[in-house]
């Protein structure tokens, strides 16, 4: 079942029975709350299912005798990181980095082999997360990552017809909104939980489905192939 924008506040409507303003018009806030619902429903599936349409892949780059880059602001968990045409990065604690390559300004021939998050400012604000990337060794030379990491795609709105969740996942998204929808109404326990055992049951699917992608293309071509090309291990 697909779903564009309309037509999933439409369900809402139609499967809550309750189409009064009180849904469907913007409060105070400037959202309404059927918006409300279908951006926080959008969001539990992001969080519960690994989609492979949330993973982005994209280069930074390293300056020559610096070790740190910006955090990209969109993202939300980080899949590999490697040299461009070369070795894996690996994760590691910042305090391991920093033990690691204790002279952040000695630089070195070698590709970058670590990296870690590393804060760098109290602040946050929504254009600036004050986050670094901080790799060790530094390298003497501008270093071109590749870095794989997971997104949370723009949502179904009044400018967004259509989305990967609405086109591929409407049984799933209807159940998560009717949820939130079923929060926002205070419905009885009853459908709640009926609405609940859907939802399981068609995100679980999903799941499987996306777990079965991922198995084709990421690791069989990604991870089995390094595998099979690297022999030193650095951990």
Request: charged share 20%; glycine share 4%.
């Given at each position: 079942?697909?779903?564009?924008y309309?037509?999933?506040?439409?369900?809402?409507?139609?499967?809550?029975?309750?189409?009064?303003t009180?849904?469907?018009?913007?409060?105070?806030?400037?959202?309404?709350?059927?918006?409300?619902?279908?951006?926080?429903?959008?969001?539990?599936?992001y969080?519960?299912?690994?989609?492979?349409?949330?993973?982005?892949?994209?280069?930074?780059?390293?300056?020559?005798?610096?070790?740190?880059?910006?955090?990209?602001?969109?993202?939300?968990?980080?899949?590999?990181?490697?040299?461009?045409?070369?070795?894996?990065?690996y994760?590691?604690?910042?305090?391991?980095?920093?033990?690691?390559?204790?002279?952040?300004?000695?630089?070195?021939?070698?590709?970058?082999?670590?990296?870690?998050?590393?804060?760098?400012?109290?602040?946050?604000?929504?254009?600036?997360?004050?986050?670094?990337?901080?790799?060790?060794?530094?390298?003497?030379?501008?270093?071109?990552?590749?870095?794989?990491?997971?997104?949370?795609?723009?949502?179904?709105?009044s400018?967004?017809a259509?989305?990967?969740?609405?086109d591929?996942?409407?049984?799933?998204?209807?159940?998560?909104?009717l949820?939130?929808?079923g929060?926002?109404?205070?419905?009885d326990?009853?459908?709640m939980?009926?609405?609940?055992?859907?939802y399981?049951?068609?995100?679980?699917?999903?799941?499987?489905?996306?777990?079965?992608?991922?198995?084709?293309?990421?690791?069989?071509?990604?991870?089995?192939?390094?595998?099979?090309?690297?022999?030193?291990?650095?951990?």
């Amino acid at each position: 079942m697909q779903f564009t924008y309309v037509q999933l506040k439409q369900a809402i409507i139609d499967f809550t029975e309750n189409d009064s303003t009180e849904l469907t018009t913007a409060t105070g806030s400037g959202i309404a709350p059927i918006d409300v619902i279908i951006g926080l429903a959008e969001e539990r599936m992001y969080r519960e299912v690994d989609f492979t349409n949330s993973q982005f892949t994209t280069t930074l780059t390293i300056s020559a005798n610096s070790n740190t880059t910006a955090v990209p602001q969109d993202l939300i968990y980080v899949r590999w990181v490697r040299t461009q045409n070369g070795d894996w990065v690996y994760e590691k604690d910042e305090s391991f980095i920093r033990e690691y390559w204790r002279a952040p300004a000695t630089t070195s021939g070698d590709d970058p082999a670590y990296w870690a998050f590393s804060k760098t400012n109290k602040n946050y604000t929504s254009s600036n997360r004050h986050m670094n990337f901080l790799f060790a060794p530094t390298p003497s030379v501008d270093k071109t990552i590749e870095i794989s990491y997971n997104i949370q795609p723009t949502g179904l709105s009044s400018t967004q017809a259509n989305t990967y969740l609405g086109d591929y996942c409407g049984d799933a998204l209807l159940y998560a909104c009717l949820l939130e929808s079923g929060n926002f109404m205070k419905v009885d326990q009853g459908q709640m939980q009926r609405w609940q055992q859907l939802y399981e049951r068609a995100v679980q699917t999903l799941a499987t489905e996306e777990q079965v992608k991922m198995r084709n293309s990421t690791l069989m071509q990604g991870e089995l192939n390094e595998m099979q090309r690297t022999t030193k291990n650095r951990y």
